[in-house]
T-cell receptor, first 116, second 112 residues
Framework: NAGVTQTPKFRILKIGQSMTLQCAQD?????MYWYRQDPGMGLKLIYY???????DKGEVPNGYNVSRSTTEDFPLRLELAAPSQTSVYFC???????????????FGDGTRLSIL | GENVEQHPSTLSVQEGDSAVIKCTYS??????FPWYKQELGKGPQLIID?????GEKKDQRIAVTLNKTAKHFSLHITETQPEDSAVYFC???????????FGTGTSLTVIP
C-alpha cells in the first residue's frame, strides 16, 4: 500500500549543484503535481502533469524542470541550485476524469532540501 | 490566479471544545474546496472536501460549510481531541480545474 513515494527524504546541496527529486505513485493516477512548502506558508504549485508526456507550469516554475515519461513517475529537476530553493517539496497525485470534477490529491511525505 | 486566505494562523482549544477555521477565495469559478491535515514530518492528508453544488458536508466530528456568494468556506471540528492537533490547510481549484491554491495553514493545538 505504497501510495506516493518520494526520495530522498532529506538532502543538502551546494549552490550551483543539480539534483533530481524522485516521485512515484502506484495508484494509476493520471494527474501528478509538485509543490514546495516554505515555513509558515501554504503549498505552492511548481509543475503539474495531466498524463504521460504532458506537463505544465504552476505558480512558481522558475528554476525547475519536470518530465513525465510514464504514468507512475514524475521527477523534479533542479539544474542550478540556489538558496531560494531551500524548502520542503511535496509530490501529489490524483485520478481525474472529465465530467466528474476534481478528485482528492494524495501526497507523499516530502523531501526536505537545504541549499547552502 | 486564485487567491486563498486562511484564518487564524494559530488556534488553541480545550479538549472537547469546537474549532473553526475560515478561508476565503477570490475566483468565483472555483468549484472544489478540499481541506487537508498535516502532521509533523508528513505530507498533507485529505480530511474532507466540498463541491460548489452543496452548502455543507459532514463526516462524523468534521464539517465544512461553503458560502459561494461571499466566497468563503469553513472547517468545523467538534468535540476536539488531542490527536486533532496538527496544521490544517484549505485549498481551492483554479478555473481550469488543473491547479490548486492553498491557504497558509492553521496550527491547531488541542489542550488536554
Amino acid at each position: 500500500n505504497a501510495g506516493v513515494t518520494q526520495t530522498p527524504k532529506f538532502r543538502i546541496l551546494k549552490i550551483g549543484q543539480s539534483m533530481t527529486l524522485q516521485c512515484a505513485q502506484d495508484m494509476n493516477h493520471n494527474y501528478m503535481y509538485w509543490y514546495r512548502q516554505d515555513p509558515g506558508m501554504g503549498l505552492k504549485l511548481i509543475y503539474y502533469s495531466v498524463g504521460a508526456g504532458i506537463t505544465d507550469k504552476g505558480e512558481v516554475p522558475n528554476g525547475y524542470n519536470v518530465s513525465r515519461s510514464t504514468t507512475e513517475d514524475f521527477p523534479l529537476r533542479l539544474e542550478l541550485a540556489a538558496p531560494s530553493q531551500t524548502s520542503v517539496y511535496f509530490c501529489a497525485s490524483s485520478y481525474e476524469l472529465i465530467g466528474l470534477g476534481n478528485q482528492p490529491q494524495h501526497f507523499g511525505d516530502g523531501t526536505r532540501l537545504s541549499i547552502l | 490566479g486564485e487567491n486563498v486566505e486562511q484564518h487564524p494562523s494559530t488556534l488553541s482549544v480545550q479538549e472537547g471544545d469546537s474549532a473553526v477555521i475560515k478561508c476565503t477565495y477570490s475566483d468565483s469559478a472555483s468549484n472544489y474546496f478540499p481541506w487537508y491535515k498535516q502532521e509533523l514530518g508528513k505530507g498533507p492528508q485529505l480530511i474532507i472536501d466540498i463541491r460548489s453544488n452543496v452548502g455543507e458536508k459532514k463526516d462524523q466530528r468534521i464539517a465544512v460549510t461553503l458560502n459561494k456568494t461571499a466566497k468563503h468556506f469553513s472547517l468545523h471540528i467538534t468535540e476536539t481531541q488531542p490527536e486533532d492537533s496538527a496544521v490544517y490547510f484549505c485549498a481551492a481549484n483554479s478555473n481550469t480545474g488543473n491547479q490548486f491554491y492553498f491557504g497558509t495553514g492553521t496550527s491547531l493545538t488541542v489542550i488536554p
